[in-house]
């Protein structure tokens, strides 16, 4: 089915070590972002991508590597895990010209750092 | 800058009575609005958007929203809950790359 694939579905981490989060998309999207919800703070932007090899910042990008080698991918890298990057990461895209919000998410990454 | 306020974080309702989730928004620039829903262990789903055309919005599962702009208000409503309207809502606004995400309200809905 046509839409973003996140991977994997949950992780564990020890403290210190990195680790990729995958995300794909097959709907030849543009523009893609990176999330994290914790209760009661909604979704945080962490890093986006309006293009092959164009990313930036987002609200909370501290901790966190991407790239965008292809239209298709969008890794979320974390260099050295915190328990304070315990969340559910969201990988989104969409691909209208100043309609940002009209995402298609993934289904999600729980991550949690012990 | 923009930002966005949901100002309820929960809203309880009894199956069949109404319901209305609560979002006020700022932008610099003529945002387009959103709301989704995330039920629970899931992603979210686009309910429905706000992008300058007409002010009322319908949206799946009988949501609707009103762009008021004099007010900087996109409430969600629909005329009857059902139990599976359980779920939380997050009201979003964009403008240029940047999109931001209410914290959300929490739905429920009693028998």
């Known amino acids: 089915n046509a839409g973003v694939t996140q991977t994997p579905k949950f992780q564990v981490l020890k403290t210190g070590q990195s680790m990729t989060l995958q995300c794909a998309q097959d709907?030849?999207?543009?523009?893609m972002s990176w999330y994290r919800q914790d209760p009661g703070m909604g979704l945080r932007l962490i890093h986006y991508?309006?293009?092959?090899?164009?990313?930036d910042q987002g609200e909370v990008p501290n901790g966190y590597n991407v790239s965008r080698s292809t239209t298709e991918d969008f890794p979320l890298r974390l260099l050295s895990a915190a328990p304070s990057q315990t969340s559910v990461y969201f990988c989104?895209?969409?691909?209208?010209?100043?309609?940002?919000?009209?995402?298609?998410f993934g289904s999600g990454t729980r991550l949690t750092v012990v | 800058a923009q930002s966005v306020t949901q100002l309820d974080s929960h809203v309880s309702v009894s199956e069949g009575t109404p319901v209305l989730l609560r979002c006020n928004y700022s932008?610099?620039?003529?945002?387009?609005l959103f709301w989704y829903v995330q039920h629970p262990n899931k992603g979210l789903q686009l309910l429905l958007k706000?992008?300058?055309?007409?002010?009322l919005v319908k949206g799946i599962n009988g949501f609707e929203a009103e762009f008021k702009k004099s007010e900087t208000s996109f409430h969600l409503t629909k005329p009857s809950a059902h139990m599976s309207d359980a779920a939380e809502y997050f009201c979003?606004?964009?403008?240029?790359?940047?999109?931001?995400f209410g914290a959300g309200t929490r739905l429920f809905v009693k028998a």
């Open positions: 989104a895209s969409t691909d209208r010209q100043g309609d940002y919000g009209g995402y298609t």
């Open positions: 709907m030849n999207h543009e523009y």
């Open positions: 991508s309006v293009g092959a090899g164009i990313t």
């Open positions: 932008s610099s620039y003529s945002p387009s």
């Open positions: 706000y992008t300058s055309a007409a002010t």
């Open positions: 979003v606004v964009t403008g240029g790359f940047k999109t931001i």
